[in-house]
């Protein structure tokens, strides 16, 4: 009996707990929620005919539960940085209003327990899962950028298969818009972070590499969100850009070849391509109507309407709003909120653009990342509700955890001893 091991050593369960192993699958739990199950979820009630705000909340209570769990047993030494304490501050920005908008009781309860789950959802992606996933061996950001891709390319495919299922391809005219789907614009969405993202990931196979933009761009197409193709086109020129400076040498030529393959392709397949029964479609939505923007300008004009009455501090969150964050936000926070959600996202962009600048390795791709989807984020803000304090974004979700890894990485290149300074130290340490 002497002689017999316990079935549980006890003085190994912190450490097992604290490995760094341990640390990524907690990670990877916190992160499987968020960008899997949230919007599996939301398809699932869309199916079902559940109301889709009771799986958010039931999302944020999961993830809050196991970020707050991440956070108890591996207690990551990083500080918090005074703005990221700060910024937990801009949830408030719709409460002002509310003294415009005089809801009842019920409804002033129920804006209230929305603006904890957005205090609670900030605290989680910009604060707790960034000190956290920071203790990792493997870069932190390459696990987010790894788990935005596996979220987004999982939904982009069953939405390519559900429309084929449905009768919808790239050679239908039509667009198709389900009620018991995602719509149209969240798919192209999905498909749009795919490729974006695919091009960051420095670790995927080519063939992986091809077969998720194949996906992506099909997802686009087959769902016909001109603002996520446009975006998409965009972003990815501002990516070739940002690589080409890391490196001219080794990109200019791969760039030069890149648009001589790109020209042939077109001159050679142009007439077919825009033959294509959806890209006449999209141009025929856009080019081709009195109303290319599908009614948004009369909604916007209506809401700016509203909007002159209280200019300041607007009518308080889910007061109402329109398919452009910035006209939204107008409304549900006025001016001095806007004022705010711009600053608080201006910094983290600056931070992740000192991060490109000045550091290397992750902490450069940390900062590539920022930039790209602040890019993204705010050209689909003209045309889209998207901001940093949506629930449901997934991409928005992945922006404020890099930009809380921002906050607490420190910017600049690691400081490494030549042999020369080397020898140096060690002639003036014997002659003196």
């Known amino acids: ?141 390459e696990q987010v950028i790894r788990w935005l891709i596996v979220g987004t390319a999982i939904i982009a495919i069953a939405t390519n298969f559900f429309y ?14 389900f009620d018991n789907w995602l719509h149209p614009n969240l798919c192209s969405l ?6 974006i993202f695919t091009f960051l990931d420095p670790h995927l196979k080519m063939w992986v590499r ?39 040498k080794k990109y200019a030529l791969r760039g030069f070849l890149g648009a001589i393959g790109i020209a042939l392709v077109l001159g050679l397949f142009g007439g077919a391509l825009s033959n294509l029964p959806v890209i006449r479609n999209i141009f025929k939505r856009t080019f081709e109507t009195n109303d290319p923007t599908a009614g948004r300008l009369e909604i916007f004009s209506q809401i700016l309407e509203v909007w002159q009455n209280s ?10 709003g329109a398919d452009s964050l910035y006209v939204t936000m107008l409304l549900q926070t006025g001016l001095v909120g806007l004022l705010c959600y711009f600053v608080l996202f201006g910094a983290i962009v600056y931070k992740g653009i000192q991060h490109f600048v000045n550091s290397r390795g992750a902490n450069k791709l940390l900062g ?15 045309t889209e509700g998207t901001s940093l304090l949506q629930l449901t ?24 001893i030549t042999p020369n300074r080397v020898t140096r130290t060690v002639l003036q340490t014997e002659e003196s």
């Open 164 to 177: 084929f299922a449905k009768g919808f391809t790239i050679f239908n005219g039509t667009r198709g818009a």
């Open 1 to 141: 009996m002497a002689n017999m091991k316990p079935l549980v050593g006890a003085p190994y369960i912190r450490g097992e707990i604290g490995a760094a192993k341990n640390k990524e699958s907690l990670f990877a739990m916190v992160a499987g929620t968020l960008f899997v199950v949230m919007p599996l979820a939301f398809i699932a009630c869309q199916l079902i005919g559940i109301e889709p705000e009771l799986a958010f909340v039931g999302v944020w209570f999961i993830a809050t539960m196991l970020a707050i769990y991440a956070e108890y047993y591996i207690k990551p030494s990083k500080k918090l940085n005074s703005f990221q304490i700060l910024s937990l501050s801009i949830v408030a920005i719709g409460i002002p209003g509310l003294f415009y908008l005089r809801p009842n009781s019920i409804s002033l309860l129920q804006i209230l327990a929305y603006v904890g789950i957005l205090a609670m959802r900030l605290i989680v992606v910009f604060i707790i899962i960034p000190r956290c996933i920071s203790t990792s061996k493997k870069p932190p950001i």
């Open 210 to 248: 091809a077969l998720l933009i194949g996906s992506g761009t099909y997802t686009m197409l087959v769902a016909q969100g001109r603002s996520a193709l446009v975006s998409t086109i965009l972003v990815l020129l501002l990516l070739f850009l940002m690589t080409l400076s890391e490196n001219p």
């Open 393 to 416: 974004d997934v991409l928005s979700n992945s922006f404020c955890i890099a930009g809380g890894i921002a906050f607490i990485s420190p910017v600049g290149r690691r400081r490494t």
């Open 311 to 320: 200019q300041i501090f607007g009518y308080g969150f889910r007061s109402g």
């Open 368 to 382: 590539k990342f920022i930039i790209v989807a602040s890019a993204s984020l705010f050209l689909r803000s003209f």
């Open 190 to 195: 999905m498909g749009s972070i795919v490729v």
